[in-house]
């Protein structure tokens, strides 16, 4: 028996495989395809003399199905979890709106659920789904193979966490013993369980405060965020209504579930019947530039006291305070484990080889040589054999000493005494199931900082004693400038103190703003006169908050006649109160709470240094925006943070000219830009004139800084803040001090480091 595999998309997203279980008596070779992601050919990774035999889809998001119906053939079955067949109806549906899927119903045609063993080939081949967290409904696979006396096991993690995701059970390794080849998602996340407890204290704050709240997230994001909005009425007794719309909805039914207060609305003709004061409206897509949630973001956009937030999963563009009247929030949102979890789950499980999915370039490097494995870490095309006749087969750029640690450590596996506890386990399977009680803890969120954000639990006094007014003023103009840089970095608004009856514009400075602020309001701070929606009665006192339901028992009538309710209700609090809106950024509320975040974007970290967040350990170099911008962009499509990243490269550069590799013979030193232009006479004058006119040396100097400013690139803006340079000192001295090195400073390692990675 031999089993090789092929990675089926290596150019695009890399989370897709062909697994071949080919047998000496068989014509005909049997192939497994895990995920069916963008890019993904069958018609040219099988052979004549292979099939499709099954494809095991791990969940239901599009970078694991996009070419479901274009890779399917040869009447294979479609294997998956019985959560993800519920919903992949709805799901195909969009896939064929909005991204070219023809033939949705004869691929439904071919799903079948399984919760258990099932044989692909005879009893020759068998899989069997297993708990995977992640998103709702998502598992991995375990693949078996045997040919007489021969077995082969295979483990797919698929996306996965070791938290739950909705309920539904994350992944344990010490599930699963006698793997030999563990096909394992690289995708990472260091900031996933900051980030969830940011998104949910934002949401439950602004609904509230009594806004308008619309978060704009995919499907199943949607469903997630919801299972733990849910979750928090039931743990920490906060209330919540919340309004699921179009997809979400759809998910949402499908999935079965049934928190309190959820109200589901899968289509809709008027978006304000969707949209309540002191209640979250849940829609897609993640930004609202397209379907349920375009037309609810214009239902609201000038509506100064709304709420937007984003939760963005892909490389999509946020809508920021230019666009939109009210507060808007943006949070990148992945839901995967942490890089310390993967060296983990190798260790635990100490399978024979490892082969890395879901990355795909340099990204790659770090793995090689990491674990005591055969570590697959290329993301090359063409096939690779892992097991031949009985014996596994290396890598061919294996050395020896690692060859020899591999088998050793097989050796030691198999001496073990194996009890007949242990025989059963490594026969059995983890259950896959969604818990009938879900656990915030158990989703990673951070109960005990998402109790003192919402202030459950504290007396008025101490609310009163952490709050503060501010003082500091300034000019409109500066204020507006603030707000719109920091917002679509999953910028954080606060309030303290009475409404004012003046119309002045003030920033407190962080060191006077109170972090923990009862009942946050918000107002429009472009708008010269504030308009908001108050939980202050027209008495004075504070209004008692009320679940949606009850606010129905209590008027007597119905969602459709409670609009005009309410809207009456805003313009006689408008015309009483007059509130004020206080900016403060996400790194200063972090260090108050003695908490480290993880920056997601290069922005966010240069903010950091603008208000003097950065620690006295981080180092300031020098190097070509453009290549900052595109370790920014880089960093966000492979899953991690910038700083995780910039660190990664420059680790790796380093390594490699300590190994007298010369790595910067594979840069391209960016020194001058250049743009020559194909243009008639006529054109050719019109932009050397508006050149002059604005002050330019030459033409292409003005082209060049005016397609940068089309981009939001400052091409002034050299500086990178960098936290574990110091570290590598010894190092970076060592390299530059090496003769055939052309790096004499820091600035310039740092630079050849990232141009290698990105370019």
């Keep these: 028996m ?5 990675h089926a998309n290596p150019m695009a997203g890399n989370e897709s495989f062909l697994l071949r279980v080919q047998k000496e008596y068989e014509q005909q070779t049997p192939c497994i395809l895990v995920d069916a992601g963008d890019g993904v050919d069958t018609s040219t990774l099988l052979a004549d003399n292979e099939y499709l035999a099954a494809v095991l889809l791990t969940h239901a998001h599009l970078d694991h199905y996009k070419s479901l119906d274009e890779a399917h053939r040869d009447g294979a079955p479609i294997l998956t979890s019985p959560g993800t067949e519920a919903i992949l109806e709805d799901i195909l549906a969009e896939g064929v709106r909005h991204h070219s899927m023809s033939d949705p119903d004869a691929i439904l045609e071919r799903v079948e ?18 708990p995977a967290g992640h998103t709702p409904g998502a598992c991995g696979f375990l693949i078996r193979a045997h040919d007489g006396q021969e077995s082969f096991r295979a483990l797919a993690t698929g996306d996965f966490t070791r938290r739950d995701a909705g309920g539904y059970v994350g992944f344990d390794s010490e599930q699963f013993l006698e793997v030999d080849a563990l096909f394992l998602t690289a995708a990472t996340n260091d900031a996933v369980d900051e980030t969830v407890t940011d998104i949910l204290e934002t949401l439950a704050a602004r609904a509230n405060a009594g806004s308008k709240t619309l978060c704009t997230a995919s499907g199943l994001t949607g469903v997630h965020l919801t299972t733990l909005l849910g979750r928090i009425e039931h743990e920490l007794d906060y209330s919540i209504p919340i309004i699921l719309v179009g997809q979400v909805a759809k998910l949402y039914d499908a999935l079965e579930y049934d928190y309190p207060h959820v109200e589901t609305i899968p289509e809709f003709s008027v978006p304000h019947d969707c949209l309540e004061a ?28 709304a709420t937007l937030v984003q939760v963005q999963g892909g490389n999509t563009t946020a809508k920021d305070a230019g666009d939109f009247a009210g507060t808007v929030f943006s949070f990148e949102f992945s839901n995967h484990p942490t890089e310390a979890v993967l060296d983990e789950v190798v260790e635990t499980i100490a399978p024979t ?53 591999v088998r050793n450590r097989d050796e030691q596996r198999s001496v073990i005494d194996v009890g007949d506890g242990v025989l059963q386990a490594a026969a059995s399977i983890p259950e896959l199931e969604r818990r009938e009680t879900a656990s915030l803890e158990r989703e990673g969120v951070d109960v005990t900082r998402l109790r003192d954000e919402l202030h459950i639990g504290h007396s008025e006094e101490e609310v009163a004693t952490n709050t503060v007014e501010p003082k500091a003023e300034t000019d409109p103009t500066q204020n507006a400038c603030v707000t719109s840089a920091h917002v679509t970095d999953e910028g954080v608004y606060r309030t303290a103190g009475q409404p004012s009856s003046d119309h002045e514009y003030i920033i407190p400075s962080p060191e006077e703003v109170a972090d923990k602020i009862a009942n946050p309001t918000v107002v429009n701070v472009l708008c010269d006169s504030a308009s908001a929606e108050s939980d202050i009665s027209s008495d004075g006192t504070t209004a008692e908050r009320t679940s949606k339901a009850n606010k129905k028992e209590i008027s007597g009538k119905d969602a459709d006649s409670s609009e005009e309710d309410d809207a009456a209700t805003e313009t006689e609090t408008a015309d009483e109160t007059t509130k004020r809106e206080y900016t403060e950024q996400t790194e200063n509320r972090g260090e108050d709470e003695n908490t480290s975040a993880s920056d997601s974007t290069m922005s966010e970290t240069t903010a950091e240094m603008a208000t003097g967040a950065v620690t006295d350990e981080t180092v300031t170099v020098h190097i070509d925006p453009v290549i900052r911008t595109l370790t920014e962009r880089q960093a966000s499509n492979e899953g991690e943070s910038t700083e995780a990243f910039v660190e990664s490269a420059i680790r790796t550069y380093l390594a490699e000219a300590l190994r007298g590799n010369e790595p910067w013979s594979e840069t391209t030193r960016v020194t001058e830009r250049k743009l020559t232009i194909d243009a008639d006479p006529a054109l050719e004058q019109l932009i050397a004139t508006t050149a002059a006119n604005n002050d330019e040396s030459d033409a292409e100097s003005f082209v060049v800084r005016t397609l940068c400013d089309a981009i939001g690139l400052d091409i002034d803006d050299r500086e990178l803040p960098i936290g574990a340079l110091e570290e590598m000192d010894e190092l970076i001295v060592a390299t530059t001090e090496n003769d055939s090195c052309p790096h004499e400073e820091k600035d310039e390692i740092v630079q050849a480091a990232l141009e290698r990675r990105v370019l």
């Design 2 to 6: 031999e089993i090789s595999y092929e």
């Design 113 to 130: 659920s399984i919760n258990d063993w099932a044989d692909v080939v005879g009893d020759d081949i068998s899989v069997a789904p297993v």
């Design 278 to 305: 002191g209640s979250v409206t849940i829609a897609g897509p993640e930004v609202p530039v397209e379907g349920s949630s375009e037309r609810l973001f214009e239902a609201i956009r000038d509506d100064g006291n």
């Design 353 to 405: 080889h490892v082969v890395i999915t879901h990355q795909s370039g340099r990204s790659l490097t770090r793995y090689k040589d990491k674990w005591d494995a055969y570590t697959w870490a290329t993301g090359d095309s063409g096939s690779e054999q892992l097991y031949q006749n009985g014996r596994f087969c290396p890598p061919n750029w294996i050395g020896d000493a690692a060859k020899q640690r």
